[in-house]
């Protein structure tokens, strides 16, 4: 059973090019199912003791839509929230929709099965003073991960890059005395974001007090390197907002995309364009963006200093 998830899970990297965090999610989801369907009897009831191994699914042909429905019970019943529970169903009715594509199994148990309506939330962000506070932090150390820390959250506020797109630059990247940083997208598109000039004196603070004692190779290429000297993972990343976002107690749930959606709250509020604001995230679609337009109205923000647009 499982060959067949990594199977399907090479064909979303190698065709679809899906990123390394969607195929994880997948991974993770498609295992959760299996280990469902192998831990309960043919009626998706939890297996006893003395239940026999017969009653049990063991391979993909065999599954059937109760099993699929008793999925979905169990995932509600563990307390999901909706969204995940939406995006579980969604990533098991993709992967059965494969299975008949390759024809392995000959009919889809999750046929016009609906999954849990989500409905939009909005995303949370920080006010203008979190903001202030948690770039505030690392200045506080002279250390190189302070000084790494720093450029890393100035230039994701001062720019609104998703945390995966910050991660993989590399140092020709990024222009500090120009004032523009040039990044890859969803779907390999690439964009030039202008940096405000007190980001960008920040980033090359970095370059020439922190990251040379940081990197251990000269043909290291990554901007921002962990202490081992190798490319930053978003995990780390996430794990260093974290300690910053406890130190200035917070009460919003600080994610990877926080100082992203913060910073699209902010411009908003401070009167820049919606076309504008969408081609500085690089959203396909300015319906993305304008969800964001709600939580300028929420807020009544200070105007930020240099409020960045997009060049000619």
């Given at each position: 059973?499982?060959?067949?998830?990594?199977?399907?899970?090479?064909?979303?990297?190698?065709?679809?090019?899906?990123?390394?965090?969607?195929?994880?999610?997948?991974?993770?989801?498609?295992?959760?199912?299996?280990?469902?369907?192998?831990?309960?009897?043919?009626?998706?009831?939890?297996?006893t003791?003395?239940?026999?191994?017969?009653?049990?699914?063991?391979?993909?042909?065999?599954?059937?839509?109760?099993?699929?429905?008793?999925?979905?019970l169990?995932?509600?019943?563990?307390?999901?929230?909706?969204?995940?529970?939406?995006?579980?169903?969604?990533?098991?009715?993709?992967?059965?929709?494969?299975?008949?594509?390759?024809?392995?199994?000959?009919?889809?148990p999750?046929?016009?099965?609906?999954?849990?309506?989500?409905?939009?939330?909005?995303?949370?962000?920080?006010?203008?003073?979190?903001?202030?506070?948690?770039?505030?932090?690392?200045?506080?150390?002279?250390?190189?991960?302070?000084?790494?820390?720093?450029?890393?959250?100035?230039?994701?506020?001062?720019?609104?890059?998703?945390?995966?797109?910050?991660?993989?630059?590399?140092?020709?990247?990024?222009?500090?005395?120009?004032?523009?940083?040039?990044?890859?997208?969803?779907?390999?598109?690439e964009?030039?974001?202008?940096?405000?000039?007190?980001?960008?004196?920040v980033v090359?603070?970095?370059?020439?007090?922190?990251?040379?004692?940081?990197?251990?190779?000269?043909?290291?290429?990554?901007?921002?390197?962990?202490?081992?000297?190798?490319?930053?993972?978003?995990?780390?990343?996430?794990?260093?907002?974290?300690?910053?976002?406890?130190?200035?107690?917070?009460?919003?749930n600080?994610?990877?995309?926080?100082?992203?959606?913060?910073?699209?709250?902010?411009?908003?509020?401070?009167?820049?364009?919606?076309?504008d604001?969408?081609?500085?995230?690089?959203?396909?679609?300015?319906?993305?963006?304008?969800?964001?337009?709600?939580?300028?109205?929420?807020?009544?923000q200070?105007?930020?200093?240099?409020?960045?647009?997009?060049?000619?």
């Amino acid at each position: 059973m499982q060959q067949a998830i990594e199977d399907y899970l090479g064909l979303l990297t190698a065709n679809r090019g899906f990123s390394d965090n969607t195929v994880a999610a997948y991974r993770n989801d498609l295992t959760q199912f299996e280990r469902f369907l192998l831990n309960t009897d043919a009626r998706g009831l939890a297996k006893t003791a003395s239940s026999s191994a017969a009653g049990s699914i063991i391979d993909w042909p065999e599954v059937t839509r109760v099993q699929v429905l008793a999925f979905v019970l169990f995932l509600k019943d563990k307390r999901y929230a909706t969204s995940t529970v939406a995006r579980k169903v969604a990533a098991v009715k993709s992967f059965f929709h494969y299975l008949v594509a390759e024809g392995i199994i000959k009919t889809d148990p999750t046929e016009n099965l609906d999954s849990p309506k989500v409905g939009k939330t909005l995303p949370r962000t920080l006010t203008v003073e979190e903001v202030d506070r948690l770039l505030e932090m690392p200045l506080r150390s002279t250390t190189p991960e302070g000084i790494r820390d720093s450029a890393m959250l100035q230039l994701l506020y001062a720019t609104g890059m998703r945390v995966s797109e910050m991660i993989a630059l590399n140092v020709d990247d990024i222009n500090c005395s120009a004032g523009y940083v040039r990044c890859v997208g969803k779907s390999g598109k690439e964009r030039i974001i202008p940096v405000r000039a007190e980001s960008a004196q920040v980033v090359e603070n970095y370059l020439e007090n922190g990251r040379p004692h940081l990197v251990k190779t000269r043909d290291e290429r990554a901007l921002f390197v962990n202490h081992r000297g190798d490319r930053l993972t978003r995990q780390g990343f996430w794990l260093i907002v974290k300690t910053y976002a406890r130190a200035i107690g917070t009460e919003t749930n600080i994610t990877p995309h926080t100082l992203r959606h913060s910073f699209a709250a902010h411009q908003l509020s401070s009167g820049a364009r919606l076309e504008d604001v969408r081609q500085l995230l690089g959203h396909a679609s300015i319906s993305t963006t304008q969800i964001y337009t709600q939580l300028a109205g929420l807020q009544r923000q200070k105007p930020m200093d240099e409020a960045a647009t997009v060049p000619n």
